[in-house]
């Protein structure tokens, strides 16, 4: 009688393999951890998903206020990319030897606007000698903390600036960060607020009724980096934040693109 030992033995190692196969883990997508100021959502928003489909990695964005992302960077969140609302905050890091070296880059610009209640509001003429404080009586003027998150900094330079700080100060409803600030303004909740340009241009229940000169605060500028232990995939990211489709997402919000640096040498 012939052996049935081979052919259970074959059964028995092509179903181990399957059971192998089975309990394998799934090869996974890239993952990045991105923090980035609360303004950019929009844009991250679209840029995260065109990475995704472009790449198959998945980019995880963490929003808030930037001196609060820092904070946390300082503390030791696990981010692999900072995008933050300014520079200050961003020197601070590669202060304290948090950034990998040589993977900054300064990525956009942006302007700041007094904003109103309602999409029918009427301008202002901002310059010294403005009545904010009679205009806004015994309401608020939303802004974010002028201490420490960017948008409020550049909105007390700017008010400094034109005279209007000292006494507009006492009126000042103060916000985590800018999306809250235009949160008030939208709900009706303050009737102006001092938002960046990007945040107004994407909120439909406010009105700009005056540009801040620019001249009237430092320049608004969003850097990028890459810090330090980031992996492959944040690498990636970086080199997309600065390609053609996140250049046509941060468009689209209202940022200025900054061109990057031509390489030394380059035609031109």
């Known amino acids: 009688m012939p052996s049935l030992r081979p052919p259970f033995a074959a059964l028995a190692f092509g179903a181990g393999l399957a059971l192998a196969a089975a309990l394998a883990p799934a090869a996974r997508a890239g993952e990045v951890t991105v923090f980035a100021a609360a303004s950019l959502k929009n844009a991250m928003d679209e840029i995260a998903a065109a990475f995704a489909e472009e790449t198959g990695d998945e980019a995880r964005i963490s929003l808030a206020g930037s001196s609060a992302l820092a904070r946390q960077i300082q503390q030791g969140a696990p981010a692999e990319v900072f995008v933050s609302a300014n520079s200050e905050w961003m020197d601070r890091l590669e202060a304290d030897g948090l950034l990998a070296a040589g993977a900054r880059v300064d990525l956009l610009r942006n302007a700041l606007v007094l904003v109103a209640h309602g999409p029918d509001a009427a301008p202002l003429a901002l310059a010294p000698g403005l009545d904010l404080a009679g ?128 390489a030394p040498g380059a035609d031109g």
């Open 135 to 262: 205009i806004l009586g015994e309401d608020r003027l939303a802004m974010a903390l002028v201490e420490a998150v960017p948008a409020g900094i550049y909105g007390k330079a700017a008010l400094e600036s034109l005279g209007l700080w000292e006494a507009v100060a006492p009126r000042v409803a103060q916000t985590d960060n800018v999306r809250a600030a235009l949160a008030l303004v939208a709900a009706g909740e303050a009737p102006l607020g001092v938002v960046y340009a990007t945040d107004a241009a994407a909120e439909p229940d406010v009105s700009v009724v005056a540009t801040f000169p620019e001249d009237s605060h430092p320049p608004i500028v969003y850097p990028a980096a890459l810090l330090t232990g980031a992996g492959e995939t944040a690498a990636g990211f970086l080199a997309f934040l600065q390609g053609p489709r996140a250049r046509a997402a941060f468009e689209r919000q209202g940022f200025a693109v900054i061109p990057a640096p031509r």
